[in-house]
């Protein structure tokens, strides 16, 4: 409960110092849009984390056939999902202001468009399977096979094509220190919010298994 409460804490400190703390950034049409960093940012980072997951939990099933590792795998390739549909919602939010339209089939877009197209077919295979242990199987195989193109669609492919987006500001040194003050603690919030969303998910999922509703 305490962790709950910290987190929730957290979350609002994070929210208020992105609007009042980080200054509007230069250099942009619409200087406070560059908030949206703060949330954009780090539901990326956290949806493509919450894939590694899955996959590794997709791997562990393959090597001791526990349920529960299925579980857990589809679990995280949900929540991935969900991060990646906010990731991209707020994008857009960010291309109507700074670009004039709502979608610009900028290599990004582009990109997390199809992953996300990757993973719903991933959830169309489960439904699509009846059998716990095939539907396992065949899920992990699965989530071990995206991987490989979710590297390739988040990390590369918007690097090696022009891109509306700004440059790699992480790496690069573009942030200022009043926005990595925010943003760095953004994203252990958000991912703080995955680690609670999955053990939710997680203890619900044991109680169904273990009623013979899985």
């Known amino acids: 409960m305490l962790l709950k409460l910290l987190l929730g804490i957290w979350m609002v400190a994070v929210i208020v110092a992105a609007f009042l703390f980080a200054p509007p950034a ?16 780090p539901l990326a980072m ?20 526990d349920l529960m590792d299925d579980i857990k795998s589809s679990i995280s390739a949900e929540l991935g999902l969900v991060f990646a549909i906010l990731a991209t919602a707020t994008g857009s939010l960010f291309a109507r202001v700074q ?10 877009e582009t990109s997390i468009v199809i992953l996300m197209l990757v993973y719903a077919a991933y959830f169309a295979l489960r439904a699509a399977t009846e059998s716990a242990e095939k539907r396992a199987a065949l899920s992990a195989v699965y989530a071990i096979l995206a ?11 918007p690097r090696v094509m022009a891109s509306l987006h700004p440059s790699d500001t992480l790496t690069s040194g573009g942030l200022s220190t ?12 958000f991912l703080g919010l995955y680690v609670w969303l999955f053990k939710i998910k997680t203890a619900l999922a044991e109680v169904r298994l273990k009623l013979g509703r899985y």
């Open 26 to 41: 230069q250099g942009f049409a619409e200087p406070e849009a560059a908030r949206i960093i703060f949330f954009h940012v």
């Open 178 to 189: 009043q926005y990595r003050l925010v943003l760095y603690p953004a994203a252990l919030g």
């Open 46 to 65: 956290v949806a493509a984390l919450a894939f590694v997951i899955a996959m590794v939990y997709a791997a562990k099933y393959l090597s001791r056939r």
């Open 99 to 108: 670009w004039g339209s709502w979608w610009n089939w900028d290599p990004r």
């Open 147 to 157: 991987l490989p193109p979710m590297i390739l669609l988040i990390f590369v492919v």
